[in-house]
């Protein structure tokens, strides 16, 4: 009998329990239809305590059970809509609410995916099962990942001042990259990789364009090899090889494409005008190609193995331009053109998420950023108008602990000597790309006037003094970015790149130049090859302990 009235007394506070009970509604304001994922939060107001999170369904409606009755704060949030909170006393029935909610400054991106078109009157197919990655670089967190999703069509949220990075990734297709602007810099919605969406452009926009749905159409490009892109804006200035700041702007993209594509091994082609010798042209755009070639590898820090280079000379001429044909500089400027090939296609992809590549490039400019306040700067000072004679001869042992050296190939330094002779080219490993000679100024001895040449002459000889002044500062391990007979102008590059350059004299009488200081050699290493080698594919880890350079 006892048992029977437990039993019966427990399933009353059960039956009891489940009566008491929030049922609502969550819906957007001015009647524009009910709102689904909305979460809702009870908070006990007594107790302050969170007692139920609940999300309302696809019809808006939500059902919050609580453990008893009293007062309650009632919390609805939702991405892009303003935090709705309404007080509720709940009694031993169940409490209906409606929760209506304004929207908040932002919008909704709809994206449909679909086949590029070669004709804008072609029908194409829609595009399924792709990994759709969103990440906030405003807020430095992933925001959405949809895997394999089974629907052509999706949405982003966006909120207003925030930057956003949008990968789509399909097998069979090149990666497609976005990054939208929202309210960023002047831009209402302003996309990288679609276009650029300003006010009145949609009809979905409120007035003031303070929020909205967007539409967009985009298309993935099929993979295959031999397919060819070019590379817009990468021109020269006549018979010159140099990236300009322009063409390095748009190599920049290309690094990032090599990045989100990382199964591909590509060829830069390089083309020139008509004018000149055909053969010359012909070299000329062989050293274009190189030149863009190392600025992928040396700016991407990408695997030389994926790029290789060919100059096509005036063989393809793209417009009127001919030899004899009167033409613009503008016109012949549209044949300095470089194009992208992909000429292999690895079976096997090293798969990263998005989140982690942004994370990677995070963590290096942390890395750099904390190496940077650690450094002690030893400034270059300026070496005394005086010089003796150095001696005619050295053993050969000497000269291999003089001598710098390439721990991790066997690159000799000769090929960073500003105003050396050196042309020997650098052979890219498996196949016969070429790495370009770092020389910024080959011939700016010539240019100089003479009274520069004579002080230049009697540095290259240096001095005892100058030499226990600067190595005697030396400690630890450091990298050297860059090696050479003649000092550097305080001009030079890597006086603006770095604030903690030093330099080291040795017994031959070159200058190395260093950056950074580490205690360990594992330190030092982790740093060259995350973040250095990126602007120096040439630099190298250096020891040294109370100025003198010591091997291991």
């Known amino acids: 009998m006892k048992l029977r009235i437990v039993t019966l007394f427990l399933l009353t506070l059960t039956f009891a329990k489940a009566q008491v009970k929030i049922d609502g509604y969550a819906f957007e304001s001015g009647n524009r239809g009910y709102l689904n994922q909305v979460q809702i939060d009870v908070i006990n107001l007594n107790t302050k305590q969170l007692v139920a999170t609940v999300f309302s369904d696809m019809d808006g409606h939500f059902i919050a059970?609580?453990?008893?009755?009293?007062m309650y704060n009632v919390v609805a949030s939702k991405e892009l809509f303003h935090t709705k909170e309404l007080e509720v006393e709940v009694g031993s029935k169940t409490t209906f609410i409606k929760m209506e909610m304004k929207r908040a400054p932002g919008y909704i991106f709809e994206i449909t995916l679909a086949n590029k078109r070669d004709d804008d009157n072609l029908v194409v197919d829609a595009i399924k099962g792709a990994l759709i990655e969103v990440y906030n670089n405003t807020t430095k967190k992933e925001v959405l990942v949809l895997k394999d999703h089974p629907e052509p069509d999706f949405q982003v949220k966006l909120n207003k001042g925030n930057h956003y990075t949008i990968l789509i990734r399909k097998e069979g297709y090149l990666a497609k990259r976005m990054?939208?602007?929202?309210?960023?810099?002047?831009?209402?919605?302003?996309?990288?990789?679609?276009?650029?969406?300003q006010p009145g452009v949609s009809d979905n926009l409120t007035e003031?364009?303070?929020?909205?749905?967007?539409?967009?159409?985009?298309?993935?490009?099929?993979?295959?090899?031999?397919?060819?892109?070019?590379?817009?804006?990468?021109?020269?200035?006549?018979?010159?090889?140099?990236?300009?700041?322009?063409?390095?702007?748009?190599?920049?993209?290309?690094?990032?494409?090599?990045?989100?594509?990382?199964?591909?091994?590509?060829?830069?082609?390089?083309?020139?005008?008509?004018?000149?010798?055909?053969?010359?042209?012909?070299?000329?755009?062989?050293?274009?190609?190189?030149?863009?070639?190392?600025?992928?590898?040396?700016?991407?820090?990408?695997?030389?193995?994926?790029?290789?280079?060919?100059?096509?000379?005036?063989?393809?001429?793209?417009?009127?331009?001919?030899?004899?044909?009167?033409?613009?500089?503008?016109?012949h400027e549209e044949n300095r053109r470089t194009e992208l090939e992909i000429i292999n296609i690895a079976d096997e992809d090293v798969f990263k998420s998005l989140a982690q590549m942004k994370k990677d490039e995070q963590m290096e400019a942390l890395i750099l950023e904390l190496t940077n306040q650690e450094i002690v700067e030893v400034p270059v000072k300026e070496i005394k108008e005086e010089s003796k004679n150095l001696e005619a001869t050295k053993n050969e042992k000497?000269?291999?602990?003089?001598?710098?050296?390439?721990?991790?190939?066997?690159?000799?330094?000769?090929?960073?000597?500003?105003?050396?002779?050196?042309?020997?080219?650098?052979?890219?490993?498996?196949?016969?790309?070429?790495?370009?000679?770092?020389?910024?100024?080959?011939?700016?001895?010539?240019?100089?006037?003479?009274?520069?040449?004579?002080?230049?002459?009697?540095?290259?000889?240096?001095?005892?003094?100058?030499?226990?002044?600067?190595?005697?500062?030396?400690?630890?391990?450091?990298?050297?970015?860059?090696?050479?007979?003649?000092?550097?102008?305080?001009?030079?590059?890597i006086f603006k790149k770095h604030n903690d350059v030093s330099t080291f004299i040795t017994k031959n009488k070159n200058i190395l130049y260093l950056v950074g200081q580490f205690e360990t050699k594992i330190e030092a290493n982790a740093y060259l090859e995350g973040i250095i080698k990126k602007d120096y594919p040439n630099a190298y880890v250096a020891s040294f302990e109370n100025g003198k350079r010591i091997r291991d």
Do not use: W
């Open 179 to 197: 990054e939208a602007f929202v309210d960023v810099e002047g831009c209402i919605l302003c996309f990288e990789g679609i276009g650029q969406l």
């Open 208 to 331: 003031g364009n303070e929020m909205g749905t967007l539409l967009a159409n985009v298309e993935l490009d099929r993979l295959f090899q031999g397919k060819k892109m070019t590379i817009e804006n990468i021109y020269y200035d006549f018979n010159k090889a140099n990236i300009r700041p322009d063409a390095a702007v748009e190599l920049d993209k290309v690094i990032t494409f090599l990045k989100d594509n990382p199964r591909l091994t590509v060829q830069l082609g390089s083309h020139t005008d008509a004018r000149g010798k055909e053969n010359q042209n012909m070299k000329l755009s062989e050293r274009r190609a190189k030149s863009a070639a190392n600025y992928l590898i040396n700016q991407g820090n990408l695997d030389k193995s994926r790029i290789y280079y060919k100059g096509f000379g005036e063989s393809q001429i793209i417009n009127r331009c001919q030899n004899g044909v009167d033409c613009t500089d503008e016109e």
């Open 398 to 493: 000497e000269k291999m602990d003089e001598e710098p050296f390439f721990e991790d190939n066997n690159v000799s330094e000769e090929t960073v000597i500003e105003n050396s002779n050196v042309t020997e080219d650098i052979m890219f490993e498996d196949h016969d790309v070429l790495e370009e000679t770092v020389i910024e100024s080959k011939n700016r001895v010539e240019s100089v006037d003479v009274e520069e040449a004579k002080f230049e002459k009697m540095v290259s000889q240096t001095i005892e003094e100058s030499e226990i002044k600067k190595n005697e500062l030396l400690n630890g391990h450091k990298i050297v970015i860059h090696f050479t007979n003649i000092p550097l102008q305080e001009t030079h590059e």
């Open 65 to 70: 059970e609580l453990p008893t009755s009293g």
